[in-house]
């Protein structure tokens, strides 16, 4: 069995999920207060200088504290619905098809959030490593279960969920990776066919050429 590794938002979307959903999914006035609020930390991400991994679970806690899970869920069923099929890229839904046919392994490996992602996955018949909002007394905190799944996090989270299913990287014959940015780069190192931005890639000199447009 081979392993097929896809990175979501730029990757499987043509837009960014994450960004979407928190418009999507959070009322007019708690938008208006936490743009106040966040006002300083989405200056400086656009300034470069606060990283989108530091900035995504300041805007989650924001947007989606103490949000009933069953609303918050109901919304992203609506998201999933209506939505998502809008950003699908047909490349991507076409390797999804190929990797399935094939009987490959599927993990969608995410800093994108849990309530949409998990909806989707469930749908498509594939496996979800992502950042995962956690949940206290049936309302969702805001905060992430186990960090943000960028980076090197996306091998740490991707490992650990093989091995709660009694697998290892090494159980696999061939693995593919798909991403779209440098948060991608460790899950992609992973992998023997790796692609970039739907570009193959086959050396560090080509990741580090083709990561260049698109920090």
Request: glycine share 6%; aromatic share 12%; with cysteine.
């Amino acid at each position: 069995m081979n392993l097929a590794l896809f990175d979501f938002d730029g990757t499987i979307t043509n837009q960014d999920a994450f960004t979407e959903f928190l418009y999507f999914a959070t009322p007019k006035s708690r938008l208006i207060i936490g743009g106040i609020i966040a006002s300083p930390v989405v200056a400086l991400y656009k300034l470069g200088w606060l990283p989108a991994r530091f900035t995504r679970p300041i805007l989650s806690r924001i947007a989606y504290g103490y949000r009933r899970c069953n609303e918050l869920d109901a919304i992203a069923q609506r998201f999933v619905d209506h939505y998502l099929p809008l950003v699908i890229r047909p490349e991507a839904q076409q390797q999804l098809e190929w990797h399935k046919r094939n009987g490959d392994e599927i993990y969608v490996v995410s800093a994108s959030l849990s309530p949409y992602l998990n909806i989707w996955c469930q749908q498509q018949g594939i496996k979800l490593v992502c950042s995962q909002l956690a949940i206290k007394h049936n309302r969702y905190s805001g905060a992430y279960v186990d960090g943000d799944c960028s980076l090197e996090n996306k091998v740490r989270l991707l490992k650990q969920s093989l091995a709660q299913q009694g697998q290892t990287l090494e159980n696999f014959r061939h693995i593919y990776a798909y991403g779209d940015t440098y948060e991608d780069v460790p899950m992609l190192e992973l992998a023997e066919h790796k692609f970039f931005a739907w570009q193959p890639i086959t050396t560090t000199g080509d990741i580090e050429r083709l990561i260049k447009p698109h920090r």
